[in-house]
């Protein structure tokens, strides 16, 4: 049974690599943007959801610069579907153990591992943060920290 559940599951992880990879870049959450107060939301797109690229002419970030923020994402985007994906995977796992009452050092190992899948994706958003960062002239960075404290 475990062995079919992991069939299916890496069928599902390799659907969700390949769809992922075809849509549009999404934020981070450590990359989503605050309203900044001279921007205006609409009722279309509550101020919430506004995003670095939505502050691209208060910024006044180049094309280039919204394409390697772009890229950054991308690639935080792909790494995290596929974190989630093993995460659930190993939640899945966790719950057949426990159910069984299975061994102990097992379950220990698989909670491990999930708090390692944990710590990785986020040492990889705050690394894709401080990518940003850089980025960003360091006028346009204290602009931009000035839009997300205003926020807050």
């Given at each position: 049974?475990?062995?079919?559940?992991?069939?299916?599951?890496?069928?599902?992880?390799?659907?969700?690599?390949?769809?992922?990879?075809?849509?549009?870049?999404?934020?981070?959450?450590?990359?989503?943007?605050?309203?900044?107060?001279?921007?205006?939301?609409?009722?279309?797109?509550?101020?919430?959801?506004?995003?670095?690229?939505?502050?691209?002419?208060d910024l006044n970030m180049?094309?280039?610069?919204?394409?390697?923020?772009?890229?950054?994402?991308?690639?935080?985007?792909?790494?995290?579907?596929?974190?989630?994906?093993?995460?659930?995977?190993?939640?899945?796992?966790?719950?057949?153990?426990?159910?069984?009452?299975?061994?102990?050092?097992?379950?220990?190992?698989?909670?491990?591992?999930?708090?390692?899948?944990?710590?990785?994706?986020?040492?990889?958003?705050?690394?894709?943060?401080?990518?940003?960062?850089?980025t960003l002239s360091p006028?346009?960075?204290?602009?931009?920290?000035?839009?997300?404290?205003?926020?807050?």
């Amino acid at each position: 049974m475990v062995k079919g559940f992991l069939k299916i599951a890496t069928m599902v992880v390799v659907s969700i690599v390949m769809v992922g990879t075809a849509q549009p870049a999404q934020v981070a959450p450590a990359a989503k943007a605050a309203p900044s107060p001279t921007a205006q939301p609409t009722q279309a797109e509550p101020a919430r959801g506004r995003t670095i690229f939505d502050y691209k002419g208060d910024l006044n970030m180049t094309d280039k610069q919204e394409q390697d923020i772009r890229t950054i994402l991308q690639n935080l985007n792909k790494d995290a579907r596929l974190s989630n994906a093993r995460l659930v995977i190993i939640d899945s796992e966790l719950e057949d153990l426990l159910n069984k009452e299975g061994d102990l050092d097992l379950i220990r190992k698989k909670l491990r591992e999930a708090a390692d899948i944990r710590i990785v994706m986020r040492i990889a958003d705050i690394e894709a943060t401080r990518k940003i960062n850089r980025t960003l002239s360091p006028e346009q960075l204290k602009r931009w920290r000035g839009i997300q404290a205003a926020a807050r």
